[in-house]
């Protein structure tokens, strides 16, 4: 018996000091930055929008660049509202985004296969109006050339049927009338997040960026005023 409570006490010692590390590791990475890179010719805006948790990419419906409607149809949303000028993307677990609309949902199991890479990935697109910029929310300038490399990265993060379109998933888990929800590649996991996902795509168009984050204050400290 003496042997069994030693060894629990070691493995819960030793859960405790990886759980430790990763957390520190997590932070000290979250406020150490990338190096933004400089243009003088920033013209388009793009955001950067919590909810207090995940971190979406919010960028304009429409450019000469792309048109995002075309990719990600106002028809697959409930509202169907041609009107909207912003949409925002958000990468993560499957099960997460349909199975758990508040916190008071989340099972164990969800939770286990989304921090062990167990399961699979979705985008949740959700088109706006407008947005309120606040400490929530922060606005970025890019220019051309940089918003075609954040396009290639948000549509390569994207699974495509056999015709080459977004994978639309039907349910009845949306959050509003403007959003919908589309198969992705890669997994979820302890160290490839939303929000570490949101930073790589900040990463993609030069802009400032944590030089690892999991949490959304991480890239939000990145942008404080």
Known sequence: MKKLLKIAGYTLLTFFLLMGGYLLSAYILSRMSTNREVVNDADITIYILTNGVHTDLVVPVRTAQI???????????????????????????????????????????????????????????????????????RPIMINKAQYARLIAYINNSFQTGTDGQLVHIVTNANYDNNDAFYEAKGSYNLFHTCNTWANSGLKSCGQKACRWTIFDTGIFYQYRK
Do not use: Q
């Open 67 to 137: 048109d995002w409607s075309t990719r990600v149809p106002f028809r697959n949303t409930v509202a169907n509202d041609a009107t909207a000028t912003l949409l925002a993307f958000g990468w993560g677990d499957k099960g997460f985004y349909l199975e758990t609309p508040t916190w008071n949902d989340l099972k164990a199991s969800t939770a286990f296969k989304a921090a062990f890479n167990l399961s699979t990935s979705a985008i949740h697109a959700t088109y706006y109006h407008r947005l309120m910029e606040n400490e929530n929310c």
